[in-house]
């Protein structure tokens, strides 16, 4: 029985580093990994460089989060697969605040794309996560969605309800034997923070992925990625409203 | 894309890139940058000088990093430009193949090590990392996709073995990794009292890795001293070894005094003399013997926020011991000169028109940045150009063209065969301009 991990976005810098963790697995553990996104050719790339560098069996699946079909075919291979189920999710997007604040129909696609979509596919996978009786979620969210800032409002509010929708859903699978990770990343060096200021204690995609893998072992609920971001956050979250809305955070 | 506009630099820290950097993570963002804004490709950072910096954007491919295709039956690899030579290493070692050339860092990545045509402590033997190309994808200025090899658009192939990124973007490259016996070496330390012995010392090795430790403080009788490691792969059953260590990390810019003349002095006569008289036999894993730098992440802050330049020349045969012998003593009499100094005999394999290899002895001084020690270097690369030797693109700052054109007598093909790729110049690094590689200045 071998333990399958599906992965939406894969493209993710974070998700190549986790997939590679899996390949690398110094137990000689081996997965079978489902790469979901958009760009199945990169993926492709991404497919053969795990089987290399040790993966068990790697599938390429197209996955968009605007197009909910596109979900079923990995659905029906989760089904077929005989052996415990676990999920990534990686998938989000992050368009600037200030092209929201112009183009207002921006934002349920960022909805989409970092809760709606995911939540969707868990959601249909869930019984048969059940069914066996094991496995993991693994949901990426953010420490944008501890508090909507003037930056990132729309996208901190996607990965809030994600986030939230997350503990709910830890709480349902829990019973059933699933296990629930939230993660939320602080500021990670991904292609979606290339070049942006103010960037600060920038963590590289690898240590995200040591630091998920050690949540998974230890059954965490919920994680900050680097740890040191549950002060960072802690102290924003305490700031009282009437001051937190006049900041330039 | 979005460009990075924070300034960079290389290993040196004495240069800035003020371009900014694009940095691909997929194969269309690459292929997106190349059609509208083509720059020249930068890895890891891990040259000295301005090799990797460009006033204009460059395009940073350490994410483009994956592996494409292995042959287990004769060990052709191709892999996408950004993966480090340390990854392969640490990947094929345990399964009997590893890159056939492994330079000072393992942090070097495939794109960097094929563009700068590397060479390691074998290279007596084994040759450049270039001689073990057998084909590259390089994306050209015309945002262009070809697949070049010695048959295929041969001139361009060479030029880009060695050709320092100023033919086009290495998107991928294959290469043939050279059988790994073992995962562990054998290595010899010795002390070479003097210049002398150390040069009658390397011309009788026989060993398969070899690369020796100079005190570049020594004078008088000293002059010339060091350690010599040679090193042979572990053929007898291997035992039990320690995992490497995870690398420390220089916390910060160490202050001016660490690199004061008697502070060197005084760590080079500990560093010598710590090599019994009877010498040092001791059993390594090779990354630990081909990388023993990388174990300490950040090492270059040890020289302090001015940063550091690194010399390095090779000599031909006739002459080296003679030039070598006044280039220590200049070296020693200025009191500049770091710890870091390697000497080692080099065979004449080398790859493009643009390589840095010959036959002969290659020096490498360190020296913190700081008064008088870019007028040092100036003097040194005088002698390097008077011995008809050539000082390494990948580590240099401060040569000038009038030095550098009589180092290289294919510049003129090379300059040919770039300016036909690259007709506008979008390649051109710092380094380039500085001195004029393409011939247009």
């Given at each position: 029985?071998?333990?399958m991990w ?8 974070m998700?190549r580093?986790?997939a590679?963790s899996?390949a690398e ?8 990994l489902?790469l979901?996104?958009r760009d199945t050719?990169?993926l492709?790339?991404d497919?053969t ?12 699946f197209?996955?968009?989060a605007?197009h909910?079909?596109s979900q079923d075919p990995i ?6 697969h ?8 990686f998938?989000?997007?992050m368009?600037e605040?200030s ?5 207002a129909?921006?934002v349920s696609g960022?909805?989409?794309d ?5 939540a969707?596919?868990?959601m249909?996978l ?5 069914a066996?009786?094991a ?11 501890d ?19 997350l503990?709910?859903?830890r ?10 990770l939230?993660v939320?990343p ?6 979606m923070?290339w ?6 204690l920038v ?8 630091d998920?893998?050690?949540g998974i ?5 919920v994680i900050?990625?680097p740890?040191?971001w549950?002060g960072i956050m802690?102290v924003?979250r305490?700031v009282?409203?009437?001051?937190f809305k006049?900041?330039?955070? | 894309?979005p460009?990075n506009t924070?300034p960079?630099t290389g290993?040196g820290?004495?240069l800035?890139g003020?371009g ?5 993570e ?9 059609g509208h804004?083509?720059?020249?490709a930068?890895?890891?950072l891990r ?9 204009a954007?460059?395009?940073d491919?350490?994410?483009m990093?994956?592996?494409l295709?292995?042959d287990?039956?004769?060990g ?14 640490e990947l094929?070692?345990?399964?009997g193949?590893m890159?056939a050339?492994?330079?000072g860092?393992g942090h070097?990545?495939?794109?960097g090590?094929?563009a700068?045509d590397?060479?390691?402590?074998n290279?007596?033997?084994?040759g450049s990392?270039g001689?073990?190309?057998?084909g590259?994808?390089?994306i ?9 090899s010695?048959?295929v658009e ?9 050709g320092?990124g100023?033919?086009g973007?290495?998107?991928?490259a294959?290469?043939q990794?050279?059988?790994?016996p073992s995962?562990l ?9 003097n210049l002398?012995s150390y ?5 009788d090795?026989?060993?398969?890795f070899s690369v020796g430790?100079i005190?570049?403080t020594g004078?008088g009788d000293k ?5 010599l490691?040679?090193a042979?792969f572990v053929?007898?059953?291997a ?6 260590k ?5 916390p ?5 005094f660490?690199?004061a003349a008697?502070?060197?002095r005084?760590?080079?006569q500990?560093y010598y003399s710590r090599?019994p008289k ?5 059993s390594k894993q090779?990354?630990?013997f081909f ?7 950040g ?8 940063g550091?330049?690194?010399?390095q020349c ?12 006044a280039?220590?003593?200049e070296i ?5 000169a770091?710890p870091l100094?390697?000497l080692k005999k080099m065979?004449?394999?080398r790859?493009?028109?643009l390589?840095?290899?010959m036959?002969?002895y290659t020096?490498?001084v360190?020296?913190a940045s700081?008064?008088g ?6 003097r040194?690369i ?8 050539r000082v390494?693109?990948?580590k240099?700052?401060?040569a000038?063209?009038d030095?550098i054109?009589?180092m290289?007598d294919e510049?003129g093909?090379?300059?040919?065969v770039?300016?036909q790729?690259?007709?506008d110049?979008?390649f051109?690094t710092?380094l380039?301009?500085?001195?004029n590689l393409?011939g247009?200045?």
């Amino acid at each position: 029985m071998s333990e399958m991990w599906i992965i939406l976005g894969a493209s993710s810098a974070m998700a190549r580093a986790l997939a590679r963790s899996f390949a690398e697995d110094p137990s000689g553990e081996t997965y079978r990994l489902l790469l979901c996104g958009r760009d199945t050719d990169d993926l492709a790339r991404d497919a053969t460089d795990l089987e290399l560098r040790g993966a068990g069996a790697v599938e390429v699946f197209a996955f968009d989060a605007r197009h909910p079909e596109s979900q079923d075919p990995i659905l029906e291979a989760a089904r077929s697969h005989d052996g415990t189920l676990n999920v990534a999710v990686f998938a989000g997007s992050m368009p600037e605040q200030s092209a929201i604040d112009e183009d207002a129909s921006l934002v349920s696609g960022v909805v989409t794309d970092n809760f709606t979509a995911s939540a969707a596919f868990l959601m249909a996978l869930a019984p048969d996560m059940a069914a066996r009786g094991a496995g993991t979620v693994v949901g990426v969210g953010s420490v944008a969605g501890d508090r909507g800032r003037l930056g990132n409002y729309v996208y901190g509010a996607a990965k809030a309800g994600f986030h939230t929708f997350l503990s709910g859903f830890r709480n349902r699978m829990g019973r059933v034997g699933v296990h629930v990770l939230t993660v939320k990343p602080g500021f990670v060096d991904t292609a979606m923070t290339w070049g942006l200021e103010g960037m600060f204690l920038v963590a590289s995609p690898a240590a995200v992925a040591t630091d998920i893998r050690k949540g998974i072992r230890k059954q965490r609920n919920v994680i900050y990625t680097p740890f040191f971001w549950i002060g960072i956050m802690t102290v924003i979250r305490t700031v009282p409203e009437r001051i937190f809305k006049k900041l330039q955070i | 894309m979005p460009l990075n506009t924070e300034p960079y630099t290389g290993w040196g820290r004495v240069l800035t890139g003020t371009g900014g950097r694009a940095r691909p993570e997929k194969s269309a963002s690459l292929a997106r940058i190349m059609g509208h804004a083509p720059g020249p490709a930068i890895g890891a950072l891990r040259s000295y000088g301005d090799a990797a910096l460009s006033d204009a954007p460059a395009v940073d491919m350490s994410r483009m990093d994956r592996l494409l295709s292995f042959d287990t039956s004769n060990g052709v690899l191709e892999a996408e430009a950004g993966v480090p030579l340390a990854t392969l290493l640490e990947l094929f070692g345990p399964r009997g193949w590893m890159p056939a050339v492994m330079p000072g860092t393992g942090h070097a990545t495939l794109g960097g090590a094929i563009a700068a045509d590397v060479h390691g402590k074998n290279h007596h033997a084994a040759g450049s990392f270039g001689q073990h190309v057998l084909g590259l994808r390089l994306i050209g200025a015309d945002g262009q996709v070809r697949d070049i090899s010695p048959d295929v658009e041969g001139e361009l192939f060479r030029a880009t073995l060695g050709g320092m990124g100023l033919t086009g973007v290495i998107e991928s490259a294959t290469i043939q990794l050279a059988p790994c016996p073992s995962v562990l070496v054998d290595v010899q330390e010795r002390r070479m009292p003097n210049l002398a012995s150390y040069i009658a010392a390397f011309e009788d090795s026989e060993a398969t890795f070899s690369v020796g430790w100079i005190d570049a403080t020594g004078t008088g009788d000293k002059l010339g001293r060091g350690i010599l490691e040679e090193a042979e792969f572990v053929t007898r059953e291997a035992a039990f070894f320690q995992p490497r260590k995870a690398p420390k990390t220089v916390p910060f810019n160490a202050p001016g005094f660490a690199m004061a003349a008697p502070v060197v002095r005084a760590f080079n006569q500990y560093y010598y003399s710590r090599i019994p008289k009877t010498g040092r036999h001791s059993s390594k894993q090779i990354a630990a013997f081909f990388h023993p730098l990388d174990g300490l992440s950040g090492w270059n802050k040890l020289y302090g926020k001015r940063g550091f330049h690194q010399f390095q020349c090779v000599l031909p045969p006739a002459n080296a011991a003679l030039v070598l012998d006044a280039m220590l003593r200049e070296i020693g009499r200025s009191g500049l000169a770091a710890p870091l100094a390697v000497l080692k005999k080099m065979g004449p394999g080398r790859a493009g028109p643009l390589s840095f290899p010959m036959e002969g002895y290659t020096l490498a001084v360190d020296f913190a940045s700081r008064p008088g020690v870019a007028q040092l270097i100036e003097r040194l690369i005088d002698q390097t150009v008077e011995a008809e030797g050539r000082v390494y693109l990948a580590k240099d700052s401060l040569a000038a063209p009038d030095h550098i054109a009589p180092m290289y007598d294919e510049l003129g093909d090379f300059r040919a065969v770039v300016r036909q790729a690259d007709p506008d110049g979008v390649f051109e690094t710092d380094l380039a301009r500085r001195l004029n590689l393409r011939g247009t200045a």
